[in-house]
């Protein structure tokens, strides 16, 4: 009885679930493609920062203290589609603390122009925020300044564009788009870092915004 008629229906039950992906083609078992990031950090996308983050699903599943027959990756992608949605309705302001990267490369202002140099390259990055021995913010560079003939980073690098965790995003319209600028460092109240945001963080939360008011207008 558990052989004939159990284990002949289960496997019925794969094979033809098997065939329908296959003729959809989708991968089956189902593997949740991993978020794309460039620059070689732990951060997600820029078009997946806003709204909540990973650790925010583990703290979630954790609370509810359930097993769901859902991959966690997927889960993700259901709850994205689920709070843009919900931004939709409510259109809430997107803050700096909203889209802004959060594994921030920086250089410290004694470190040689080459060894800031190869930084920019290995992360395909425009912009490194410099730092003091404490830890502070207090300066940038990119390749612009860094193809100047002096020593160290502290001898070349430019002011660094800051804004506060709470500043609405686009409020950095002007600064990221004046020609100059690439990126605006995100700092606490003693110049600390706690993130960065591009120009391509910006245009992802500016498109996610449109969507958002499409979704409004036909509401």
């Given at each position: 009885f558990?052989?004939?008629p ?34 070689g ?14 650790e ?49 490369i ?38 612009r ?13 430019a ?9 609405p ?12 600028s690439h990126?605006?460092v ?10 960065l945001?591009t ?21």
């Amino acid at each position: 009885f558990p052989f004939v008629p159990v284990a002949l229906n289960s496997t019925i039950l794969v094979a033809l679930g098997f065939l329908f992906h296959k003729l959809a083609r989708r991968n089956y078992p189902h593997v949740a493609a991993p978020p794309a990031n460039s620059h070689g950090t732990a951060d997600p996308p820029a078009q997946q920062r806003a709204g909540f983050r990973p650790e925010d699903i583990d703290a979630a599943l954790t609370a509810l203290d359930e097993t769901f027959d859902i991959d966690r990756d997927d889960l993700e992608r259901l709850l994205r589609q689920v709070e843009l949605q919900a931004m939709v309705r409510s259109h809430r302001t997107l803050l700096c603390e909203d889209i802004m990267s959060r594994d921030v490369i920086s250089v410290p202002e004694q470190a040689t122009t080459d060894e800031a140099r190869q930084q920019l390259l290995d992360h395909n990055i425009r912009t490194l925020p410099v730092v003091d021995a404490d830890a502070r913010l207090v300066g940038a560079v990119g390749l612009r300044e860094l193809t100047k003939a002096v020593e160290t980073v502290k001898d070349v690098m430019a002011k660094a564009g800051t804004a506060s965790p709470e500043t609405p995003a686009m409020s950095l319209l002007p600064v990221l788009t004046d020609g100059r600028s690439h990126a605006v460092v995100i700092v606490d109240g003693e110049r600390r870092i706690l993130g960065l945001i591009t120009q391509t963080d910006l245009l992802a939360a500016a498109a996610r915004v449109q969507t958002a008011d499409k979704g409004l207008a036909a509401a």
